[in-house]
């Protein structure tokens, strides 16, 4: 079965840096594009960063120049490489895999930034 594995996360004061991986098994990896989302308590969950099978990437306003996405196929995992981070960045983050109709979450591993 498909399983997409979130660590990672933590406690980090701002300024700080995270590096977030999703370990994925039971999908064709190179295949699908991969995608990290995030949730922050009582809002909705929101797109934060993608990675194609090609490699192109794309990122929300709020993350730009800050996070990084990367994927290593024979690894079969990707990052989500976060730097100067904020408070408004405590959420907790969700890795998703997506190929046509195909699509699935990890748990999530919550990330927490004190100011």
């Known amino acids: 079965q498909v399983q997409l594995a979130e660590s990672g996360g933590g406690l980090v004061q701002a300024g700080g840096s995270l590096r977030l991986s999703c370990a994925a098994s039971?999908?064709?990896?190179?295949?699908?594009?991969m995608g990290w989302y995030r949730q922050a308590p009582g809002k909705q969950r929101e797109f934060v960063a993608r990675?194609?099978?090609?490699?192109?990437?794309n990122y929300a306003d709020s993350v730009k120049g800050r996070f990084t996405i990367s994927r290593d196929n024979a690894k079969r995992t990707v990052y989500l490489q976060m730097n100067s981070l904020k408070p408004e960045d405590t959420a907790v983050y969700y890795c998703?895999?997506?190929?046509?109709?195909?699509?699935?979450w990890g748990q999530g591993t919550q990330v927490t930034v004190s100011s």
């Open positions: 998703n895999s997506h190929r046509g109709l195909a699509d699935y």
């Open positions: 039971g999908i064709g990896f190179s295949l699908n594009a």
């Open positions: 990675i194609t099978t090609g490699g192109s990437t």
